[in-house]
């Protein structure tokens, strides 16, 4: 009875380090610096080859800092955050050539396409001091609802904007990927150049009553056009109740990530 049994032993032993070049799953770490959870799954097709798939969310529900903080608005008093909400995901399939060693280990070139969605809310109070010039264009229903202080007059305003974002992206990324004991992949995605078109709509809302969203409009283009690299893109037009927001942008972007995985 040894004898069968040290074979098969000897034949389950192979066939998972055959089947460890084969799959790995993985955790990108660089994205918990802005509050997402990003997985990769890679699938080796030929000695070469191998194709992965990566999936992130936001394990947070608020917009992370980095990219948006209350205190960041200009010229108002007293800025005080209602909400600030954040969703979406983000998608992502690489073909990996390896080019020095069979896959899944060693240098690799990889080209990639990816899709991601956003939605995001933010809502802020704030005191709003307008000049006489301003005051006047107001309706007499507007003008009530502010008060005379120190020469202007001030409005407690709640304004909320609520959009979504759309990217799509192409390009590709160099990197090396090591296998440690033949079950831990350490993935180092040293640089990547792509382009990506971003679609953006919003709209920007008050709990003021009667605003007269046209004559805002110029306040809020001057606002947004002091955006970095976006500003002079987005397209603004008022309606009866809302600000509407577009930015049809396209930008290079950039791709560096640190992968931890296990390979079976």
Known sequence: ?????????????????????????????????????????????????????????????????????????????????????????????????????????????????????YNVTASASFEYSADTSEYNQLNQHQQSVGGYQNGNYHYDVTGTLDGTIVQFGAGASIGMQFLVSKVITIDLNFFGLGVEYNKVNADLTTNVQGVDYEKWLPYVRDEVEDIPYIGDNIELSAEQDRIKMKAPVVMPTFRASIGIGFAF
């Open 1 to 117: 009875m040894k004898k069968p049994t040290s074979i098969l032993i000897l034949v389950l032993i192979t066939t998972l380090n055959v089947v460890a070049q084969k799959n790995v799953f993985k955790v990108h770490t660089l994205p918990f610096i802005w509050g997402e959870m990003r997985l990769g799954y890679e699938r080796v097709l030929t000695p070469k080859l191998a194709l992965q798939f990566n999936y992130g969310t936001f394990y947070g529900t608020k917009i992370p800092s980095p990219i948006y903080e209350t205190s960041s608005v200009e010229t108002y008093f007293n800025t005080q955050p209602i909400k600030n909400k954040l969703s979406g995901f983000s998608t992502s399939i690489d073909l990996r050539i390896y080019t020095k060693s069979e896959a899944p280990t060693r240098f690799y070139i990889a080209p990639y396409i990816k899709y991601n969605k």
